[in-house]
């Protein structure tokens, strides 16, 4: 800046019209004012000195401002951007206005730098302590996305390393079925371990997977033991393939894990003629209480030589729960539909005839001299002859069970426990056997056919050679 034709940073003579000064080179323009502190000069815009880093722009103001009154009162819009070309002094107010948005742009540039900084920071996989965001990616307070869906053998898999890593697959059972959902918002994993050993009563186990802190664990267990039979609970013996079990459902409000297990009879296995029970169970995973359909059934050879299962539900209750398990029944392939015919043959006026459909071919194996073969029994709630049919004086008994002789060649037997009725032998000639009671508890059975002695706890019929 120029004073008195001198220049004002070293003193030298200037000429007339001259820019810079000869001698130091400083500028000689009305765009430039010294610094009050340090005397450098510096633009007359600066916001800083460049020298000492002073804060210059409140001294740039070199007129007081006039008082504010109604009629000098404007927006700050108008303040902002004047109306017309008239020429704005950088001195006066309207610069200074615009040097404070200049700086409170510099502010924000200087955020939005230390914000992508510290983004590009997280980004480039910094530690673990240092990192808030990853340090709180495992905590409870942290919903982490989860899959609507998971496959039974992805469920499977993680149920499988859950226990073995937190020491519950130690007792000797094997791994069954497993399931996942989100129950209330979080992740849930049950799964079904069984034991099938004959050195330890079976039994069914049931456990809970939450996932804590970024992992599964295991969590409540629920036990229920089948004694007397052996469990049979794999997808390919039940014939599940296509069917959607396990899984869960809603029933009345109430959350269940439903799945389908097996138990047959101990010594026999899945396609052989004993009694065996095919459940239908429901577990609620909030109480842990389990509701089960019992199908107490016999395995029939079906046409295409599988083996099914056919008989009737036991334990018939009237609730949303067991008419969703009745409804299941009724899809599963494993369990027999009887045709119209055979639905005729399974009522008790028939039972001797479905006796010899389902017993013949044992029969005549026995009658040419088998030592022994196992009969198909059907067992019936309510009485299959009536009075006038029954040989009255053939009547012999156990503590167990009840026989007698029908005036057809019919035997049958009747169990005081269970309180249901069976058939014995059906003669296909009409005449009329001799029974009695064998110091062993097992009926022998004299007929002109054949004579035997016969076990009502196995069906099996051992030939009598005397």
Known sequence: ???????????????????????????????VKKC??????????????????????????????????????????????????????????????????????????????????NICDWGDGGSEADNTHLSHADSDTVTLPESEQMSIVEALDIYGDAMVRDNRAGDGSAFGPAAYTLHGGRPLIVGVNYSYSDKQRPFIKLTQLSKINGRWRCG?????????????????????????????????????????????????????????????????????????????????TAEHGDTLYYGRVENRRETPEFKFLEDELGRLHIVYKPTPEEQEMAEPANASRKWLADNGEMLSQLEKGRQEVTFALTRYDSPLFSRSDVAMDSRVSTEAYVYYATHTGTVFGYDRNAKEFFIVYASS????????????????????????DFDPATGCATLNRE
Not at 14 to 21: D, N, S
Not at 66 to 77: K, M, Q
Not at 262 to 276: D, E, F, I, N, W
Not at 429 to 452: D, K, Y
């Open 429 to 452: 000639h009409g005449c009329v056997p001799q029974i009695e009671i064998n110091g062993n508890g097992t009926l022998q059975v004299s007929a002109e056919e054949v004579n035997f």
């Open 220 to 300: 409540e267990e629920t036990v229920r033991h089948e004694d007397g039979g052996v469990i049979v609970i794999d997808r390919d013996r039940l014939r599940l393939d296509g069917e959607d079990i396990p899984r869960f459902e809603v029933i009345d409000g109430k959350h269940y894990f439903y799945f389908v297990y097996l138990v047959s009879p101990v010594g026999k296995m899945p396609g052989t003629a004993a009694q065996c029970h095919l459940k239908l169970t429901l577990f609620n995973v909030e109480s842990a209480d389990v509701v089960q359909l019992d199908y107490v059934c016999e395995p029939v």
């Open 36 to 117: 009050p502190e340090c005397g450098k000069m510096i633009p007359a815009k600066a916001v800083f000195c460049p020298r000492c880093g002073k804060m210059v722009w409140n001294d740039m103001a070199e007129e007081p401002q006039p008082a504010e009154t109604e009629a000098s009162r404007v927006s700050i819009d108008e303040e902002a951007e004047p109306a017309g070309d008239e020429p704005q002094s950088g001195n006066g107010r309207q610069g200074g206005t615009k040097l404070k948005y200049t700086i409170t742009a510099v502010l924000v540039a200087v955020v939005v730098c230390l914000a992508v900084c």
């Open 1 to 31: 800046m120029m004073e008195d034709g001198k220049c004002s940073e070293c003193g030298s003579a200037l000429p007339r019209g001259a820019v810079r000064c000869a001698t130091c080179g400083a500028p000689v323009s009305s765009d």
